[in-house]
């Protein structure tokens, strides 16, 4: 792991701190994310508070706008699938309205 320099910031009137850029890339830290802060004897440590279905969010939407595609795509290929495996096992088109 590369080694990283400490950064200083300041504390503002209402508490808030600015956390640099280059240590919210390390940490994968995004607006509005929510972090965990630790009291360790005289020292903090701050570290994200991942959620697990909203990190699993976070990376599919990454995913779908790095690779273009929307998520009614995602659903269009998804009913294609289901159709397809459908026709594999029982030889025959689904049922229409089927999700």
């Known amino acids: 792991m590369e080694e990283t320099k400490p950064f ?7 508490g ?3 956390i ?8 994968h830290l995004e607006e509005g994310q929510v972090v965990t802060i630790i009291p360790i ?11 697990e279905l909203d990190e ?8 779908l706008k790095s690779a273009g595609i929307s998520p009614q795509d995602v659903l ?5 699938e289901r159709e397809s495996l459908y026709r594999e096992k029982y030889g025959k088109k689904s049922r229409k309205g089927l999700p």
């Open 8 to 14: 200083t910031t300041s504390i503002k009137a209402r």
């Open 16 to 18: 808030q701190i600015t």
């Open 20 to 27: 640099p850029k280059q240590i919210r890339g390390i940490g």
């Open 41 to 51: 004897g005289d020292s903090i440590i701050i570290t994200p508070k991942r959620l």
């Open 56 to 63: 699993a969010r976070r990376q599919i939407r990454r995913i």
């Open 76 to 80: 269009a290929g998804l009913r294609e």
